[in-house]
């Protein structure tokens, strides 16, 4: 009983404190089917009430895919100032409905959080039209931290800009500045 109470107390702790969690749908890995799990994706969230909330699948707003209402996830928090792995856990997705009372709620709270939103007031309508509202419900326990860095490339987004430096860009950066006698 008192390793779920410090189980409990580490996911939310850690969870509450930082600003980005990995999140990947569905269950406990396979190990023996490795390469046939869900991409995993960084999400900003909101601690409310008990669970890691989230907004998404909306024009402006980031994807939530394979997350869906009464599915599994697996989430992994890291450290807000060195950015390793601090816990796992596995959570039940739960999709709020707009209006609801625990909509407005999570809504007030995710609200305060958006970083530059582009219709400022208007958000909260915005999302009851247009995208979800999830709740990452904490189930019992962490799961070990696998060893190894788990380094993978990065989803395809369309929010790419890499592309080549211009000509010039090195010659601004590095050229030598002559002295004033």
Known sequence: MTEQLLDRALVEEATKKSGLIWVRSGGVPAP???GAEAPTRALWH???DGAACLVGDGPGEQPLPGLVDGGDAVVVVRSKDKGGRLAAWTAKVVELAPGSPAWEA???????KRLNAPDGEEMPARWARECRVLRLEPRAGTLPLPDGSLAAAPVPSPATTRQPIPAAVP???????????
């Open 171 to 181: 010659r601004l950066l590095f050229r030598k500045r002559g002295r004033r006698r």
């Open 46 to 48: 909101v601690w409310h």
């Open 32 to 34: 023996e089917a490795p």
């Open 106 to 112: 999570t809504v007030a709270e995710l609200k305060g």
